[in-house]
């Protein structure tokens, strides 16, 4: 599995802009084949602080992702929704245990 | 759902008991009626960092996992293999998804 975290600071007047935007863009990385996660999180001590964590079956999974329309769409509708860069971190899983309760 | 990450730094020689000691907890955690995730994940670009994404129903179950056996051998025997205090942050959730693929 691997795993990408993506850190986004937001201009507080386009929290809710960026909570739709993302929203489009989760539901429809969701569809992809081999994409396993892609839970969106909202910081409890900063309210312009999300969390993206996605996990696909492997790299190259991710790079596809990376290809697609709504990605693209995401990419360039939060563009200017931001605070600052986004920071994003790359990880190979150790333990990943998807069974739902 | 109440999302927590923990970021921690282990030191070079330590990586390997720190898999073991921390999939103990993941496996026992798991166990937990309102734990959804606890994924353990190794940086990309720096071995020595990991890691954990816990999801809970509420912030009350995460407090309750605070105070299970697991927890706390776990806190204990990775006390001494960090390289520097571990990194905790706390979210809400906005979006998860749980249906298996």
Do not use: C
Request: charged residues 25%.
């Amino acid at each position: 599995m691997y795993i990408v975290t993506v850190t986004v600071f937001i201009k507080p007047e386009q929290i809710e802009a960026f909570k739709t935007a993302t929203l489009d863009n989760a539901a429809n990385t969701r569809k992809e084949p081999h994409n396993l996660r892609f839970d969106i999180s909202q910081s409890e001590e900063d309210p312009a602080r999300f969390l993206l964590y996605e996990a696909y079956k492997t790299m190259e999974d991710f790079a596809a992702h990376q290809k697609t329309a709504h990605y693209f769409r995401w990419r360039d509708t939060i563009k200017d929704m931001m605070a600052q860069s986004r920071q994003g971190a790359k990880f190979h899983s150790i333990f990943f245990d998807n069974t739902p309760q």
